[in-house]
């Protein structure tokens, strides 16, 4: 089996590459993630290569224990770095390492894909990160049956369009892997698609 960490450099780098190509005011369009700008996703992702553990653990504090408070903080704060900075921490071999604490890299490459696609798919562009890193991607938010992000996945079949990839039984979604993905990370998409929520 490939070793899912080796897959979340190539995703990083292939949205700096992204980014880097794009006119400046990409990095104000709306992202999928609700209330951030594309500015905003990009600090988020890159908060291990700015925070110790120590001063993670001082702004987890800070924010009471809630992790959602403290990436809306840190998100809105770090958003305002300038653009070559936040390039640079998305090609940082730091942030390619990075495991979440008691995530591995199973959780590394979600963070990582999950949240390209709060981009990609925004932007309308295409996917950054390895076809088979999405796959897995889409095998472990199933395989969680929805629970992950509180999606409702009864009666629900998915299709790729894309690739031969497909789970469930019931009432067909079809888009292409990175949709499929955004709507199993319970995002809702430009064209107003989403899954019922848990």
């Not at 369009?29 to 110790?52: D, F, G, I, N, Y």
């Not at 979604?173 to 995002?187: M, P, T």
Request: with cysteine; charged share 20%.
């Amino acid at each position: 089996m490939t070793d899912l960490q080796t897959w979340v450099a190539p995703t990083y780098d292939g949205l700096a590459d992204l980014l880097a190509s794009a006119p400046a005011e990409t990095w104000d369009a709306p992202s999928l993630c609700e209330k951030w700008q594309v500015r905003h996703v990009v600090a988020h992702v890159a908060m291990p290569v700015r925070l110790t553990p120590a001063q993670f653990g001082a702004e987890i504090a800070a924010a009471g224990g809630d992790f959602t408070v403290l990436s809306d903080t840190l998100a809105a704060r770090d958003a305002s770095l300038p653009l070559a900075d936040q390039l640079e921490a998305l090609r940082s071999p730091l942030l390619h390492a990075w495991q979440p604490p008691g995530g591995g890299a199973a959780g590394a490459l979600s963070h990582a894909v999950i949240h390209s696609f709060d981009i990609t798919v925004a932007l309308d562009r295409p996917a950054v990160a390895p076809k088979e890193a999405v796959v897995a991607i889409l095998d472990q938010l199933t395989a969680a049956n929805g629970a992950w992000f509180g999606v409702d996945l009864t009666g629900v079949r998915l299709e790729a369009s894309d690739t031969d990839w497909s789970w469930g039984h019931g009432d067909v979604v079809r888009a292409d892997s990175g949709r499929l993905v955004a709507l199993l990370s319970g995002r809702a998409l430009p064209d107003g698609r989403a899954l019922p929520r848990g």
